[in-house]
């Protein structure tokens, strides 16, 4: 009885209706403990959202031009319960495959004429099963970020990517995540693409320093911070990085955007990252650059 009440939820806020958020969280809160895989409608099919207003989304002034912004603002809207909106987001195949990522975990989006995303999510915690795997086309960035998301959530994802992104060595960004806890289950020699990832059930907060990655890894310190970030989002207590000065500077403003706990400091030559797991990130109104090319993502 309990999981054809918590189907009907999942799937209705899939469709786009309007689901009170404590109904969503308790709906996702099920799949989630019972491990059963709710059966939504393929995306392709999902009626476009409503143009409603959330109830009291922050709001942002422009944010920097980084390659990751939209990324990262598509993932904190998925793990954010309400209505999070993108503007000026570019249209490129690295969004597209981050809204279809974050569609099989759960969240309902929809491009609007506007050039905005509206991101639908489940809450830090939320994540469902994913049905298929994966597939981030070109983008390195959407597929480490999103790693760092499954890291922590207990759920098991295929990732994949076309020939460039299959010829990138993964274990840059995996190390730390499997110190929280995350589990390869399969990959391509050298920690490639086509790979399996399994979260953990029950995370473990590090304190993880970031090296420099140099000019031959395409797994940026950029990046490797951010996903770390992501992961310490469902591990109790506080997750630290410590990276070069600029490393994970968006994902740390955007986590503040979306309410979560960040705080930094000087150390060495680069800074000191200090993150409270486990908060509840309010949905935002996030404003990319309008002059975003789109080949940032």
Not at 178 to 202: H, N, W, Y
Not at 209 to 220: I, Q
Request: aromatic content about 2%; glycine content about 12%.
């Amino acid at each position: 009885m309990l999981g054809r009440v918590a189907g009907r939820t999942l799937r209705s806020a899939h469709a786009g209706a309007s689901v009170p958020p404590s109904a969503l969280r308790l709906a996702a809160d099920f799949f989630r403990l019972s491990g059963a895989v709710p059966l939504l409608a393929p995306p392709s099919q999902a009626v476009p959202l409503p143009m409603r207003r959330s109830p009291g989304p922050a709001q942002a002034s422009p944010v920097a031009r980084d390659e990751t912004a939209c990324l990262l603002a598509i993932i904190l809207g998925l793990l954010s319960v309400g209505e999070t909106r993108i503007g000026h987001a570019p249209q490129c195949d690295g969004a597209q495959a981050m809204a279809e990522a974050c569609r099989k975990l759960g969240a309902a989006i929809e491009r609007a004429g506007d050039q905005s995303w509206h991101v639908h999510g489940v809450g830090v915690g939320g994540l469902l099963s994913p049905e298929g795997g994966l597939d981030f086309g070109g983008s390195l960035a959407g597929a480490v970020l999103l790693m760092g998301v499954v890291a922590s959530h207990g759920v098991t994802a295929g990732f994949d990517g076309d020939p460039a992104l299959r010829a990138c060595a993964m274990m840059p960004a995996l190390a730390p995540l499997m110190r929280m806890g995350a589990e390869i289950v399969a990959s391509a020699e050298g920690v490639r693409l086509p790979l399996t990832l399994r979260g953990a059930m029950d995370a473990v907060p590090v304190l993880w320093r970031v090296p420099d990655g140099g000019p031959s890894s395409p797994v940026t310190p950029d990046l490797v911070a951010s996903a770390v970030l992501l992961a310490g989002l469902n591990a109790p207590g506080e997750t630290t990085v410590v990276a070069p000065q600029e490393a994970g500077g968006e994902a740390v403003r955007l986590l503040r955007l979306f309410g979560a706990d960040v705080a930094t400091s000087p150390e060495g030559g680069g800074r000191r990252i200090v993150l409270q797991g486990r908060p509840t990130l309010r949905p935002a109104i996030v404003t990319l650059p309008a002059e975003t090319p789109p080949a940032s993502c």
